[in-house]
Each structure stands twice: as structure tokens, then as C-alpha cells.
């Protein structure tokens, strides 16, 4: 079957760095997308990875092993506004997006 | 430009009344997307379209039907409400070229809070 798992929740200070991981399981594979969610609101996009290596993109970079299936996103210079959940979605073989239960992050001052 | 716009906000159904989900885009994009997302799971496809006039199931059909007669406009009719239907529901758009394999992000509405009860 077609699976994603990231963690539940995870806590970081405030300035820090987090990192947050994600493996995933597809009948074959597209790309592997990250979005941020704040609570009560949409889904908006954050970053797309298709080949292998790291993209960065400001205070955010998200990194893709396609053999290891494997996925991470980075935050750095952590802000109480980055306080959200983070959903990691993966392409598969139909252009569909399997979608991740989501990572809720918290941000301790 | 709006985006994605989604109405209503909120609602409350009885169980066995029907409603209509309204979604609009203004991008011009030529796939949509509903989704529903239950607390403390993953969006779960209900239907998606690739373009005007075609429609495809996702992974959670049952109970619900979708229509797309113009490219800005993508309702989803629920017919016979159950409390297993109480959800937020997304709708959702994007860019794609499937013949190119050219894929780009799915822009997402604020959402409907339903409750049926």
C-alpha cells in the first residue's frame, strides 16, 4: 500500500534549527511536496523536490533521497510564526498526492 | 485575484439533508481537487478533475459527486448526509502538463467546516 509517515508533533526554541523527517511508501513516485498549515487554515506550498539533493529557499530547505525514500524539511532561525503544522505529500504513479498526517510544531519563546 | 474562494464557511447538516460545496478559481488552472481532512489525519482525495467536463474518483468517494462544467467552477454535492461526513473539506487547484510530466503546487481554498449531526 501507499503510505507517509512523519512525526506527530515536535517542540524547537525559538532562533533554533529544526529538522523534520519524512519516509514515504508509492506506487511509483513524482515528487515529494511540503506544506505549512496553521491551525484553522489552508494548506499553502512551501517547497517541491523531484531529484535527489537539497533545495533551499530562504529560511526553509527540504531535502529528498528517492533510493531511501526519504525526505526532509529544515527551518532555521526558528519563528514563533513558524508555529504550524507541517504536511509532507508524495506524488505517485497517477499524479496523485498521498498525503502525510502532518507534524505539529511548536515554538517555545 | 481571489484564488481559490469556497463557500460556505460553516455549516450544519441534519442527517440526510444534501448540500452543494460552491468552489471558484481564478487562475485559469486547469486541474481541481476536493479534499477532505479529519482531525489528526492526512487530506484524503474525494474527487478531482483534469479539466472541463472530466471527472475521477479519488480515494474516498462514496457519498459525495463533483461536477465541472466551466474551468473556473468545481461543486461537490453531498447527497444523504451522515456524521461520517462531519469534516473540513478543501477544494484545490493547480497547473499541471501531465504529457510533460510538468506538475506544480496545488493552491487551496480556506476550507468548509461541516458537521452533521
Known amino acids: ?109 | 485575484n481571489a484564488g481559490v474562494t469556497q463557500t460556505p464557511k460553516f455549516r450544519i447538516l441534519k442527517i440526510g439533508q444534501s448540500m452543494t460545496l460552491q468552489c471558484t478559481q481564478d487562475m485559469n488552472h486547469n486541474y481541481m481537487y476536493w479534499y477532505r481532512q479529519d482531525p489528526g489525519m492526512g487530506l484524503k482525495l474525494i474527487y478531482y478533475s483534469v479539466g472541463a467536463g472530466i471527472t475521477d474518483k479519488g480515494e474516498v468517494p462514496n457519498g459525495y459527486n463533483v461536477s465541472r462544467s466551466t474551468t473556473e467552477d468545481f461543486p461537490l454535492r453531498l447527497e444523504l448526509a451522515a456524521p461520517s461526513q462531519t469534516s473540513v473539506y478543501f477544494c484545490a487547484s493547480s497547473y499541471s502538463r501531465e504529457s510533460s510530466g510538468v506538475f506544480y503546487e496545488q493552491y487551496f481554498g480556506p476550507g468548509t467546516r461541516l458537521t452533521v449531526t
Open chain 1, 1 to 109: 500500500g501507499q503510505n507517509i509517515d512523519q512525526p506527530t508533533e515536535m517542540t524547537a526554541t525559538e532562533g533554533a534549527i529544526v529538522q523534520i523527517n519524512c519516509t514515504y511508501q508509492t506506487s511509483g513516485f513524482n515528487g515529494l511536496f511540503w506544506y505549512q498549515q496553521h491551525a484553522g487554515e489552508a494548506p499553502t506550498f512551501l517547497s517541491y523536490n523531484v531529484l535527489d539533493g537539497l533545495e533551499e529557499k530562504g529560511r526553509f530547505s527540504s531535502f529528498l533521497s528517492r533510493s531511501k525514500g526519504y525526505s526532509y524539511l529544515l527551518l532555521k532561525e526558528l519563528q514563533m510564526k513558524d508555529s504550524a503544522s507541517y504536511l509532507c505529500a508524495a506524488m505517485d504513479s497517477n499524479y496523485q498526492l498521498i498525503w502525510g498526517a502532518g507534524t505539529k510544531l511548536i515554538i517555545k519563546p
